[in-house]
């Protein structure tokens, strides 16, 4: 009755470990879709970086480019400031050449 008894367990034993064996011959797929999902997820993140990357490059250069269109217009703003104000000096030295000169033949009429 042991014997009989040891065998039922060792048959029970044998067909708990083909039982195994079948289990983790049917997890090999999914671990291989696994590890082929971990290439896929890790070549993804690295193509994600990369255009972090660059994303992050465009907002530097558009950072550049923003700055030196206000220094541009900063220096154009500064130059046209300028020139205002030599045109306000040659108006202002134009009109006392005129007085002068308006006055100067009002002298010369009166001579004569």
Same mark, same amino acid.
């Given at each position: ?11 029970? /034993?044998? +067909?708990?470990? #083909?039982?195994?064996?079948? !289990? ?7 671990? &291989?879709?696994? =590890? $082929? ?21 465009? /907002?530097? +250069?558009?950072? #550049?480019?923003?700055?030196? !269109?206000v220094r541009a217009?900063?220096?154009?703003? &500064?130059?046209? =400031? $300028? ?30």
């Amino acid at each position: 009755a042991e014997n009989a008894s040891l065998e039922v367990h060792l048959a029970q /034993v044998e +067909e708990a470990e #083909r039982r195994a064996a079948g !289990a983790e011959a049917a997890l090999e797929p999914l671990k &291989a879709e696994m =590890d $082929a999902g971990r290439v896929r997820a890790e070549h993804a993140e690295a193509r994600l970086a990369e255009g972090m990357a660059r994303c992050e490059a465009r /907002v530097a +250069e558009r950072d #550049r480019a923003e700055t030196a !269109a206000v220094r541009a217009r900063d220096d154009a703003t &500064a130059s046209i =400031d $300028a020139l205002s104000a030599d045109l306000a000096a040659a108006q202002n030295a134009l009109e006392q050449s005129q007085n002068a000169l308006e006055e100067s033949r009002r002298l010369s009429t009166a001579r004569e």
